[in-house]
């Protein structure tokens, strides 16, 4: 089963970086407040127009993305 997107490319929005929908908030900067130590409630303090269902769908569909280009073992 397909999850619903939760992010979104367009040219005319932030030159076509992928951003969360409805929002102008580029989804790297969610991984960048991460690698950076932050917490998620740091990060939706910081990007309120970011629901945390929309940060956490990302995060599970990133990590699905992840794993299925995972090669594996010999």
Known sequence: MASKPVVHSHPEIVS???VFIG?????????????????????LDNFPSVTRDQAIAFLEQATEAFLSHVPDAA
């Open 23 to 43: 929002t102008r908030v580029p989804a790297r900067n969610l991984l960048d407040w991460i690698e950076g130590g932050h917490t998620l409630d740091e990060f």
């Open 16 to 18: 076509g970086e992928p």
